[in-house]
């Protein structure tokens, strides 16, 4: 399974029992994304933490989740690229989410980066997946 999926399923579980936080093992693309998505006002809070288990440390991403008058700020998430199927779509391609209402993130040459961010830089990639 994909990190980044299992960032996103944890988040998405994790709103649908009410809770306020969730933890998630810390890679620099979750962390870029993490940011992104609490920009964008999908996440509340992203915090960078250390846990000791036993002999060692391990980093963790502590995500703040976002409620609007107690409904959770994500509605749903789509993974479109998986390990299995890599999606790219050139600048040209790229098509708002949900008309207009949600967002899609990029994995470009310039980094990770939001469908709007990567049609004003004329920039294709790979669709990682798709938020609203």
């Known amino acids: 399974m994909s990190p980044i999926a299992d960032m996103l399923i944890r988040i998405k579980n994790a ?8 933890e998630v093992p810390f890679s620099k693309s979750k962390f870029t994304i993490a940011n992104i998505l609490k920009s964008t006002g999908y996440l509340e809070s992203v915090e960078r933490t250390a846990k000791k288990d036993k002999k060692t440390e391990h980093d963790y991403l502590e995500l703040g989740l976002r409620y609007v008058e107690g409904t959770p700020a994500i509605d749903g998430i789509r993974i479109m690229s998986r390990p ?5 779509v ?6 708002p989410v ?6 899609a993130l990029f994995s470009t040459s310039q980094g990770i980066m939001t469908s709007a961010d990567a049609r004003k830089q004329k920039l294709g990639g790979e669709i990682l997946f798709e938020i609203w």
């Open 15 to 22: 709103q649908a029992t009410g809770a306020g936080r969730v």
């Open 84 to 88: 299995s199927r890599h999606l790219y």
């Open 90 to 95: 050139k600048s040209s391609d790229i098509r």
């Open 98 to 103: 949900r008309s207009g209402h949600g967002i």
